[in-house]
C-alpha cells in the first residue's frame, strides 16, 4: 500500500515553519540562515495576501511582481536576488512534498548579487584598531576581552557569530589551533597567532576569575569565552557590532568603515596579499565554494601591476 503524502498546510505560516523545520533537519542550516529564510518568506506571503492569493496559488507573474515591487522599494541587487533564492527553495520543498505540481520561481532569472568588498582595511587601520582596543572599555576587564576579541577575529576571520558563541574550552591550552563550527555545524580548524594567544592568555585569567566570584555567589558557570547576560549566554553580535564602532572613533579610523564583517576581510585580503594560497584561504575562511573566496582577489590588482611596471624588461623606460 503506497503512504499518501501530508496535505499542504493550510495557511502562510504553516508553510514557512514546515519548510524551515525540514531545511534545518536535512542541511543543519544555520540559526542566522533560518532566520533570514523566514524573514524573506513572511514578506512575500504578505505581499500575496495584499493581493488576494498565497503560496498555494502564486504563479510566475506573482514572483516576478513580487521581485519588481523589492526594486521599486529600494532593495538592492543582493536583497533580491536572496529572496528569490529562499522563494525558489520554498516551492522546491513544496513541490517535493506534493504540495505544488510546478515551482513558480525555477525559469525566473534573478537580479544577481554584487560581489564587491567593503573598502579594505589597511594594515596601518588594524593596528590602530587594536591598540585602540587595549586603551578602550571602562574596566580593565573590558579592555582585555575587546584586545582579545579584535585579536582574535583578525587572526582568524571568523564570522562574527562563530566568534562570540566560542565556547571557552576551545582555548584552553595555549592552544596552536582552535576548532570553529560554522554554518549548518561544519568544523575547520584556525591558526592562532601570537599576538591572539597573548590577548587570550590575558583575557582567560580575567574571565577565570569573575567566574570563580560568580560561583561563590551561587550564580551558574558559562561555557563561552565571551559571557553575556542575553539569554544565549554570550555577547551578542549587536553588542560586539557597537563596540566596535566605538573603538573605531578612539583609533581615528571612519566607523562607517569598521564592521565585524570588515575586519573578516582584512583577515583575507592581507593574507592574499602576503602570498598565501587562495585554497587556503578558502579552508580558513569556511568557504564551501572557492568562487566565494576569489572576489579578495581584486586586491592583488595594484600589486600586481606595481611588479610588472617594476620588474618587466619591456615595461622600463628606454635610456
Known sequence: MTATAPPAPTTPDGWIS???????????????????????????????????????AANRNDVEAYLVSCEANGLSKATRARRLSSIRQLYRFAHDEGWRGDNPAIRIKGPGAMQRLPDALGQDDVTRLLDA????????????????????????????TELVSLPVAAVRGDPRMVLVRGKGDKERMVPLSGPARSALSAWLGVRDAAEDAARKAGKPATRHLFPGPGAEGHLTRQHFHLMLKD????????????????????????????????????TL???????????????????????????????????
Open 133 to 160: 582596543a587595549r586603551r578602550h572599555g571602562r574596566s580593565p576587564a573590558d579592555r582585555a576581552r575587546n584586545t582579545a576579541l579584535l585579536e582574535l577575529l583578525y587572526a582568524t576571520g571568523m564570522r562574527v
Open 18 to 56: 514546515t519548510f524551515l523545520a525540514a531545511h534545518a533537519a536535512d542541511l543543519g542550516a544555520a540559526r542566522n540562515t533560518q532566520l533570514g529564510y523566514g524573514r524573506d518568506l513572511r514578506d512575500f506571503a504578505a505581499w500575496l495576501a495584499h493581493r488576494g492569493t498565497g503560496f498555494a
Open 247 to 282: 573603538i573605531a572613533v578612539a583609533a581615528g579610523v571612519s566607523p562607517s568603515r569598521v564592521t565585524p564583517h570588515a575586519l573578516r576581510h582584512a583577515f583575507a585580503t592581507h593574507l592574499l596579499a602576503g602570498g598565501a594560497d587562495l585554497r587556503v584561504i578558502q
Open 285 to 319: 575562511l569556511g568557504h564551501a565554494d572557492l568562487s566565494t573566496t576569489e572576489i579578495y582577489t581584486h586586491v592583488l590588482d595594484e600589486h600586481l601591476k606595481a611588479l610588472v611596471l617594476e620588474h618587466h624588461p619591456l615595461a622600463k623606460a628606454k635610456t
